[in-house]
């Protein structure tokens, strides 16, 4: 079974930071490209963020460049987003998603596996 499970959500003040994890299981993890979603209510979800296989691409979104980094442990089947300088337009839940590809895509209905979610609120 496959199961992907997001941690680190968590309120934070503006300016704060944020460590959010992927765990995955179940699949051959180092053949799936792994890419950040968010969402907010009455929006569509959003690509935050993407790393490819063996790390050949990591993609960003624009808002996202220089306050998030991703990143890939093959060894540990996790994917880690690093968010700095969080603002309140950063609140969301954030998914992580899988796969079967060597090249990072923008579109939900390019990925074969999702998370839950875990929810990121930005608030003084």
């Known amino acids: 079974q496959v199961q992907l499970v997001e941690s680190g959500g968590d309120l934070v003040q503006p300016g704060g930071s944020l460590r959010l994890s992927c765990a995955v299981s179940g699949l051959a993890f180092d053949r799936y490209t792994i890419a950040w979603f968010r969402q907010v209510p009455g929006k569509e979800r959003e690509e935050v963020s993407c790393?490819?296989?063996?790390?050949?691409?990591?993609y960003y979104k624009n808002f996202n460049k220089g306050r998030f980094t991703i990143s890939r442990d093959d060894a540990k089947n996790t994917v880690t987003l690093r968010i700095g300088s969080l603002k309140p337009e950063d609140t969301a839940v954030y998914y992580c998603?899988?796969?079967?590809?060597?090249?990072?895509?923008?579109?939900?209905?390019?990925?074969?596996?999702w998370g839950r979610g875990t929810q990121v609120t930005v608030s003084s």
């Open positions: 998603a899988a796969r079967d590809s060597e090249f990072c895509s923008a579109s939900v209905y390019s990925y074969d596996y």
């Open positions: 790393v490819s296989v063996s790390n050949k691409e990591t």
